[in-house]
């Protein structure tokens, strides 16, 4: 099993990005049966959880993006999307994934720089 996040890049405050988190390997019950985790890393700061998206479809973000981030999946291309509106400078961090079945796989992460 492989993660690949992609989508991230230089923006200005108020943009938006979509992040993608590709998930090879991975079979579908499994895909769908366990919940996806989004995290990220500043420089200096340890890794934080920005947002979940629950086997049954529901969702928790934490309060710094709560109603500016929004995650989805599609099941089918075995992909979690991570849809960022009103970018802020203090969103600046690297962006990782990890399916709760897969504790131990991490991908390389995509770099999100938010310009101020």
């Known amino acids: 099993v492989q993660l690949v996040e992609s989508g991230g890049g230089l923006v200005q405050a108020g943009g938006s990005l979509t992040l993608s988190c590709k998930i090879s390997?991975?079979?579908?019950?499994?895909?769908?049966?366990?919940?996806t985790d989004w995290y990220r890393q500043a420089p200096g700061k340890q890794r934080e959880l920005v947002a979940t998206?629950?086997?049954?479809?529901?969702?928790t973000y934490d309060d710094s993006v709560k109603g500016r981030f929004a995650v989805s999946k599609d099941n089918t291309r075995r992909t979690v999307y991570l849809q960022m509106n009103a970018l802020k400078p203090e969103d600046t961090a690297r962006y990782y994934c990890?399916?709760?079945?897969?504790?131990?796989?991490w991908g390389q992460g995509t770099q999100v720089t938010v310009s101020s």
């Open positions: 990890n399916h709760r079945f897969y504790r131990d796989r």
């Open positions: 390997g991975i079979i579908l019950s499994v895909f769908t049966g366990d919940a």
């Open positions: 998206l629950e086997s049954g479809g529901g969702t």
